[in-house]
């Protein structure tokens, strides 16, 4: 059984923002929720705010940016698969989606909560670790790209701070056949 807990639903990312600095304890953002929901049912996590960015356009969608894979934090797993530059520029990532859980949590998990979380069974995190990823945090006052092996503290423990929010991932567009 999920705890009790408040839903705020955004219309920009900048409102977005400007809940999670105002935060206090016990506010977590949410998109799919594949492991923030089963935590709370398990109560390994106690949110008495979830801040859901699962309509935010701005964090949506895969693109080819100043020679880097820009991939949105709200991104799901199965839209990996469906994206031709994926496949070509990082089969590695595209091979990872494929075998990534079932076709369910697929379509429902992001590839942001997915590194957010830092779960050892992050099955995300290797391939991206491999094309030197980046992971973008922005908060109300701003947003920094700190590489992903950076990023992750140890298990389920990572740099973001509570008023900031994983908006985008990227990596360098590797030499054609590489990985």
Not at 50 to 69: Q, Y
Not at 77 to 94: D, T
Not at 139 to 168: N, Y
Request: glycine content about 8%; hydrophobic content about 45%; cysteine-free.
């Amino acid at each position: 059984m999920l705890p009790e807990f408040e839903l705020l639903m955004p219309r920009t990312l900048s409102e977005a923002l400007e809940i999670l600095a105002q935060a206090r304890e016990g506010v977590a953002p949410i998109a799919g929720g594949t492991n923030l929901v089963v935590d709370m049912r398990g109560g390994r996590h106690r949110p008495s705010v979830l801040v859901s960015v699962a309509g935010l356009e701005e964090l949506r969608g895969i693109r080819r940016e100043n020679g880097h894979v820009v991939i949105g934090a709200t991104t799901t797993v199965a839209e990996l698969l469906k994206e031709p530059l994926i496949a070509e520029a990082a089969p590695v990532l595209w091979s990872a989606a494929r075998v990534f859980a079932n076709p369910l949590v697929r379509n429902r998990a992001t590839v942001g909560g997915n590194l957010v979380d830092a779960s050892p069974a992050a099955d995300t995190a290797p391939p991206l670790l491999v094309l030197d990823a980046e992971v973008q945090l922005t908060s109300k006052e701003g947003s920094r790209w700190v590489p992903l092996d950076e990023f992750f503290l140890g298990v389920r423990q990572t740099l973001r701070q509570p008023d900031e929010l994983l908006t985008a991932i990227r990596f360098p567009v590797p030499p054609s056949g590489a990985v």
